[in-house]
């Protein structure tokens, strides 16, 4: 039971806080465009650090209160990390907004390119695993 009832709650908890932005501030819950703003000295900038400092935070007091131990380290090398974030902004960049933009709040909005957005992140991400899997086993971790 547990463990359908933990991603319910972290999948509600996130859908409300997307509507609270939207609702209170009039903003989108991209990520990326929350972090972009933050480090580039918006006029608005105080929402942005606390939300940052929410997904900070929030999963830290999840692991202490609910005692569930911390996943263990990925065992994923340093530069594999590093590639794979400047992919993702290169990505986040020419798709206008990240995966929680559009995933979440877009399709919340019924926006036909962030539909768009998020079958391509998904069908590419579907497609990446098959290949990492499958074709070139044992190449990348």
């Given amino acids: 039971m547990f463990a359908y009832t933990t991603p319910l709650i972290g999948g509600l908890l996130i859908g409300a806080a997307s509507v ?14 929350i972090v972009w703003g933050a480090i580039s000295a918006q006029p608005d900038n105080l929402w942005r650090w606390l939300f940052i400092v929410g997904l900070v935070v929030g999963p830290v007091l999840y692991h202490l209160l609910a005692g569930v131990p911390n996943p263990p380290p990925s065992p994923l090398p340093w ?20 995966t929680s933009g559009h995933g979440v709040c877009g399709i919340g909005r019924l926006s036909p390119r962030s539909l768009a957005a998020t079958c391509t992140f998904m069908a590419t991400g579907i497609a990446a695993v098959y290949v990492i899997r499958h074709l070139l086993p044992g190449v990348l971790v």
Avoid: D, E, K, T
């Fill in 20 to 33: 609270a932005l939207m609702f209170l501030l009039g903003r989108i819950a991209g990520i990326a465009g």
């Fill in 79 to 98: 530069w594999q990390a590093v590639a794979g974030g400047l992919l993702v902004g290169f990505g986040v960049r020419m798709g206008s907004g990240c």
